[in-house]
């Protein structure tokens, strides 16, 4: 992260812009949190909170913010979900967000500014489809089977 010229001045050779997504990473309203008990999942509100620090991080600290980043999420993926989000659909995107938490570090470790800002803005775009198929998941579990002319009587189960 830090280049030291010939007189040893440190220079700062990253340079992050704020991604477009950062500044419109998705919300769940306050009714969705309560209703689904997220505010009693501590490991999940950790990595929200992280994700959206991130998006106003300075440069300066991007690498280690990244390596907290990827324990946080590794926490999350290990610890038990709630039944609302126990499946593999919710399981799975995290997987994905935390594959691109991997990426943004090794491109903020190798001083590669141009990459790391489109891995980032990769990240808050995976991080929103993450909150949306949270929120698509619930819905999918309450729509009942018989709704779509499923009778299990006539399928002999």
Known sequence: MIKHTSANKP????????????VRLNQF???FILKNKID???DFIQFKESIEDLSKLNPKGVIIFLSELYKITTQLLQSPFPKNFDGLPVYS????VQTQIIKCHFYASNNQSKKLNDSLDELYVEYNILLNRMVSF?????????SIGFNYNDSGF
Do not use: H, Y
């Not at 700062?12 to 950062?22: E, R, V, Y």
């Not at 995107?93 to 994905?96: A, G």
């Open 11 to 22: 220079i700062d050779s990253l340079f992050i812009m704020t991604p477009d997504n950062a």
């Open 29 to 31: 309203t306050s009714e």
């Open 40 to 42: 009693e999942w501590p």
């Open 93 to 96: 995107r995290i997987k994905v």
């Open 138 to 146: 619930i819905e999918e579990r309450q729509i009942p089977l018989d």
